[in-house]
């Protein structure tokens, strides 16, 4: 017989039991995400190097590709990298150090304008490039009306389609991003080490390369890393401008040259140069660092320009705007206006459909699957969960092209095999539901910018009080509830604002989409990228101009946080 106070006992044990078990069931559910957002890169390797892929042809092939187009991708790549990291880290650093540090004519609206050229894709900079120059473009005709000149023959023009051509227009679509790391670590700097220079009567470029400069240095290698690792990933503008790069090896390798393993060993090539940039990055970052040595800090004042100092700065920060986001914006809007009929086009309408679908469904599942992973490491306490978290920003740097390829190919074998079974079963031939549909375009998007989602998240958890939800618990509330009832209204808008850039990154990507999509599946990314490598430019403006509408709203978002 039981006594009465036996009897809390097993209820003591079966209160407890959830305690225990939910956390490792948050543990697993982070681990699982953490291995669905890996799982591209690991089946990258497998198909470099898997025996079973790899028979006799598919090694000839191979061994031709590093004998012959492999070190011409890789030297066009590497060429095209530096060319447009110097440029950015000139521009973005130059621009940030005249916002930060001086007052002239529109300072105000220029700091963010600066930003504008982040709304524009490169390759949509590519077309109206090569529309404002080519031989039958405003540029030459004006030329040839002006100096009298009849025939190509009769006057030397720069080749519109190059190498130099494709680090301009990249480099005038990714500079805001070291200008924004810049400006912020130049606005955090204190007025101290300004003020000793120049009593010490140091001038203006003194103070900018022994004093800003090396303490501005981590930002700026941060912002040179990102743009770096963008121009890799870059499809639409190298392949525009016919660069053969990396990138469009993997295309030409895999879908003409019938190759797959080929496509993942230069896959792995981009992985490994992306590697070393991140390497370098933090190498430099701790290489370099500053504290501030008291407690009250004072932002540096800005000095004021007078005269023609000011206009020349005013100059110096309008070319990149202009360069950037005007020109494109420009010659892209001219032409959807001057073809009104074209935006009645159904095509146009089922292309944003599908964008819309599409990106929305992968903005939901990303932000949801990074607040489930942020929110089970947390709850978990566990050490290989929270080990994992970081590694699973890799997909950012993982080009297109590179989740492409770890997740058709493996994907195609798991779809095949499905309906074999099914079939096998059942009377029923359900197809390919996964290639066949826009599941592997989700996949690759949420894999791709699951780091946005998951810094977000992690930010926003961090900002509530360990008080909050502590107590929660302690008036006897589930974790699903302590997330549903504290966390939620506390993160909703970074939540919010996660969900928008996971979203306008989607409706941006290209190279993963051209690969992932399913037939006759056109977004507008795809869509213009095609009209536009037919020199039907007319057609490709509405779908442009869409793009560009949703990529403001992500600047203007982006403006807005870093006021």
Not at 204 to 226: C, D, H, K, S
Not at 392 to 414: E, H, K
Not at 489 to 503: I, K, T
Not at 506 to 516: D, R
Request: positive net charge; proline residues 6%; hydrophobic residues 55%.
């Amino acid at each position: 017989m039981t006594s009465p106070t036996d009897t809390p006992r097993p209820q003591a044990a079966a209160h407890d039991r959830p305690r225990r078990v939910l956390p490792s069931l948050w543990s697993a559910g982070a681990l699982g995400i953490a291995a669905i957002v890996l799982a591209p890169i690991l089946a990258v390797v497998w198909i470099a190097f898997g025996p079973m892929l790899l028979g006799e042809a598919q090694g000839d092939a191979v061994a031709r590709l590093w004998a012959s187009t492999m070190p011409r991708y890789l030297r066009t790549s590497i060429v095209l990298m530096l060319g447009v990291g110097l440029l950015t880290a000139l521009v973005g650093t130059g621009a940030a150090w005249l916002v930060a540090r001086y007052r002239f004519p529109g300072a105000r609206v220029i700091e963010w304008a600066l930003l504008m050229p982040l709304a524009v894709p490169a390759y949509v900079g590519a077309y109206a490039l090569v529309d404002l120059l080519e031989y039958a473009g405003p540029v030459q005709g004006f030329l040839r009306d002006m100096m009298g000149w009849k025939t190509a023959r009769d006057y030397w023009f720069p080749e519109i389609r190059s190498l130099g051509s494709a680090i301009l227009v990249l480099s005038a679509a990714l500079y805001p991003y070291v200008y924004l790391l810049t400006r912020a670590a130049l606005r955090e700097q204190s007025g101290g080490g300004e003020e000793v220079a120049m009593s010490l009567g140091v001038g203006p470029f003194g103070r900018f390369r022994r004093v800003a400069l090396p303490l501005a240095r981590p930002a700026i290698a941060a912002g040179v890393a990102i743009v770096m690792m963008e121009t890799v990933n870059d499809f639409g503008t190298v392949d525009y401008f016919a660069v053969q790069t990396l990138t469009t090896g993997i295309f030409t390798t895999w879908l003409e040259a019938n190759s797959a393993s080929g496509a993942a060993q230069i896959a792995l090539v981009i992985l490994a140069l992306v590697g070393m940039l991140l390497l370098i990055e933090k190498a430099s970052r701790r290489r370099s660092r500053f504290y501030l040595l008291s407690s009250r800090h004072r932002p540096v004042e800005k000095l004021r320009l007078p005269g023609l100092a000011g206009w020349i700065a005013t100059a110096l920060c309008l070319v990149p705007v202009l360069m950037g986001f005007v020109l494109p914006a420009g010659v892209i809007l001219g032409h959807a206006l001057d073809n009104a009929q074209v935006w009645a086009d159904p095509g146009l309408a089922l292309a944003l459909w599908h964008t819309v679908a599409v990106g929305g469904i992968a903005a939901l599942v990303t932000v949801a699957a990074a607040v489930f992973l942020v929110y089970g490491v947390r709850l978990s306490g566990r050490s290989l969960p929270r080990r994992l978290m970081p590694v699973t920003t890799i997909g950012y740097a993982a080009p297109g092209a590179v989740l492409g390829v770890g997740i058709l190919i493996p994907l195609a074998r798991l779809d095949h095999w499905l309906a074999d079974a099914v079939e096998a079963l059942t009377p029923f031939d359900i197809g390919l539901v996964l290639t066949g549909s826009a599941f592997a375009l989700v996949l690759a998007y949420t894999v791709r910018f699951f780091a946005i989602a998951q810094g977000a998240a992690d930010g926003a958890f961090g900002r509530v009080s360990p008080s909050l939800p502590m107590a929660a618990r302690s008036l006897g509330r589930s974790p699903r509830q302590v997330l549903r009832d504290v966390y939620a209204p506390l993160v909703r808008g970074s939540l919010l604002s996660a969900l928008l850039l996971v979203f306008v990154d989607c409706v941006k990507e290209l190279p993963a989409t051209l690969l992932l999509r399913p037939f006759n599946y056109d977004t507008l990314a795809t869509r213009v990228h095609e009209q536009a490598s037919l020199e039907q430019l007319e057609l490709a403006s509405p779908g442009a101009v869409l793009i560009m509408g949703v990529g403001l709203v992500a600047v203007l978002l982006l403006a807005r946080a870093n006021r």
